[in-house]
């Protein structure tokens, strides 16, 4: 039942119950759990994308130093960046040219470096989260799923870790999400632009 103030009960429709449990389930998908840095697998290859600015990467740095003193750690960035990570001096690192400009995608990633890349048993795959105004977050996590499928954490603007189980179908049920959002809004102007 739904509850207006000052009003009695609205009794909800078999659609809107039906609607209610869709969206409780799309955002259990779409919900990323706090992970431990305590509990993630330090003491094995890490990788990590660096999809945010140069001070997340070097937050991102700090944390793994503190984590373990001496990581067998694997860097991909725009090659640009090679100098300016490197000058962090926070610990050695393999590093891994993304060669085009422009957002990272999976089908930029030269054939000989994603097969490196998926050769080495990484324990976790991170990318530094760029926030919620990141449209390229879909390609960002493809790409990491095609180097270590459901291995990927991000790191956060605050400082902590979070993952989900599957990535795979967080990133179902946010495309799931946006044909949703897609039918509402013809479905309340059936006479708007497609």
Not at 99 to 124: H, I, N, Q, S
Request: hydrophobic share 45%.
């Amino acid at each position: 039942m739904s509850v207006d103030k000052g009003s009695a009960p609205i009794p909800l429709s078999d659609a809107a119950r039906s609607l209610r449990t869709v969206l409780d389930l799309l955002l259990q998908d779409f919900h990323l759990d706090q992970v431990d840095a305590a509990a993630l697998p330090w003491d094995r290859p890490i990788f990590v994308l660096r999809s945010a600015n140069m001070t997340r990467m070097q937050a991102f740095l700090r944390q793994v130093v503190k984590h373990t003193p001496a990581p067998t750690l694997h860097i991909m960035s725009h090659a640009r960046d090679e100098d300016a990570i490197r000058a962090m001096r926070t610990c050695a690192f393999t590093f891994h040219p993304y060669p085009t400009p422009g957002p990272y995608r999976l089908d930029g990633v030269p054939a000989e470096t994603l097969a490196l890349l998926r050769a080495t048993d990484f324990g976790t795959v991170f990318f530094l989260d760029p926030g919620p105004a990141d449209d390229e977050l879909d390609d960002v996590v493809g790409l990491l799923a095609a180097i270590a499928e459901n291995r990927t954490v991000s790191f956060s603007i605050e400082g902590t870790f979070a993952g989900t189980a599957n990535w795979r179908q967080r990133k179902r049920a946010h495309a799931a999400f946006l044909r949703l959002v897609e039918w509402y809004h013809r479905r309340l102007d059936p006479g708007g632009a497609d």
